[in-house]
């Protein structure tokens, strides 16, 4: 199918942002971690609201500060963009569900982004999206992975080298037919890291588009820094 031209404000994106992210250590959830003197959420916000196909930003916020987040995020958006803000849950997938029923019927895009990734540029939405309106039902950005990949034995031993070829790292956003996801979501019964997970387990083909370096995984401190340095650099 021949991709369509972007319409503006068609997708709505849902950013889970109510886990404490224990590999961070000990502190605040890691969305409401300073990056810069801001909250990794108000980078990851900004960042999505930049790209033209965002109606709607819908964040699963810790369940006791979610008007602390409203207040956080308001003047982050404007009126080209609405903002909800929903109680999260206790993993990560509860909190993309509580999101998802948040979103009005007339979205029929839907992208899911976590906050951790939060100097993903717009053009990566964008990438998405449009791979969504060529006819996708659920696509990932990937990027192929360089180190070499090894299978480790519970004693630590190395069994195997695993070929890389195939292989690729996934990011978010992550991209879904609004159908996909709440069927992926309602049927789900076992917890998955992310949503591409459990859209795979549905029988739902998932498609790729490139990934972007700067979509990576703020994790642990050290990422922190990697963050700070690229911020500082633009």
Known sequence: MTAQPPVHGDVAILVPAAGMGVRMGPGSPKALRPLAGEPLLVHAVRHLRAAPSTGLIVVAAPAGAVADVEAMLAPVVDAGCALLVVAGGETRQESVAAALSAVPASFDLVLVHDAARALAPPELVESVAAALRAGSAAVVPALPVVDTIKQVGTDGEIVATVDREPLRAVQTPQGFRRSVLEAAHAAATLAHTDDAGLVERAGT???????????????RPFDLLVAEALLAST
Do not use: Q
């Open 205 to 219: 083909r998932v498609d790729t588009v490139p990934g972007d370096d700067r979509a990576f995984k703020i994790t």
